[in-house]
Every structure is written in C-alpha cells, then in structure tokens.
C-alpha cells in the first residue's frame, strides 16, 4: 500500500522527511543512537541515491533527517557539490553538532539550498556537557557565527 503522500505534505506544510543517516559516532550519553544502532553502526544514504530521489519526485522541500548531518564532511561537500549542479533545485534543512562546522561546510551547503539547521546544544553548562560527554561549549559562538555568515537559519533541536 502507498503512504498518503497528499495528507502528510499538508500536515508537513509540503516537506518531505528523507533519512540520509543512521547512527552516529559520538558517545553522548543521553543519546538513544547507540540503543537503535549499536556497536558503532554510522552509515550514510549515498549521495547519488539522494540525487535520484529528489530528481524522481515532486518535492521542493525536504529535511535531511540525519543524526549529525555534517559529521562527514567528505560526504556533505560531496552531497552539496551534487544539489548545486543538479538541474532541479530543492530548498532543505537539517540538523548538526554545532562543532562540526566550520566555514567550507556552511558555504557549500548554503549553495546547495540549505536555508536551516537545527544545533543540538542541548545545554550552556560547561559541567553538564562534560557529564553527557558532549564539550560543545568552544564552539557555540563560532559555529552559530558561520551559520549566519552563510544565510543560514539556525534553531535549536
């Protein structure tokens, strides 16, 4: 049976949500990843799988689903490098860890039609984040600044 694509584009207000990742590297300790997909499973939806999709369905808008979306960055410039010189051209966001941006990453998403990013900060507590083992703190400032260099709406997931 086929999902009812039409009902959930008006509930999405006409995003789709495509997983382009499962598991994640990190040892957060608060994260269900490592239940989902133990023993370090991370792996990747290929880019050109991803390319195929956009150009064989209707749909402009689309949220990257990923865990850490930009811990790659060999692949998301890969990814990004594809969306600018693909002939149709989609709007997208995602989400990442603040500190795995930096400023090649922010310009090649943002011309590939990135417009948002939702930053996993989770807290501004130095202490807690060494609890949760996510020391994050150096680089909220950096990495939010890079985001709005770019154009790139940023909010907290």
Known sequence: AKLPMEEYLK???REVDLSVQIGCPFNCSFCSE???HPHGLFVQRPV???????????Y?????????FT???KWVLKLADALINNDKKIRWRTVSRV????DEMCNA???????QIGLGIETLALSVQKNINKNIGSHIMSGIKCLQKHNIEQYLS
């Open 71 to 73: 811990v790659d960055k």
């Open 48 to 58: 050109e799988n991803i390319i195929n999709f956009i150009n064989t369905h209707s």
């Open 109 to 115: 998403m943002s011309q590939a039609g990135c417009y």
């Open 34 to 36: 490592k239940i989902l």
């Open 99 to 102: 500190d795995q941006l930096d």
């Open 60 to 68: 402009s808008d689309i949220f990257f689903d990923a865990t850490t």
């Open 11 to 13: 509930i999405s207000k």
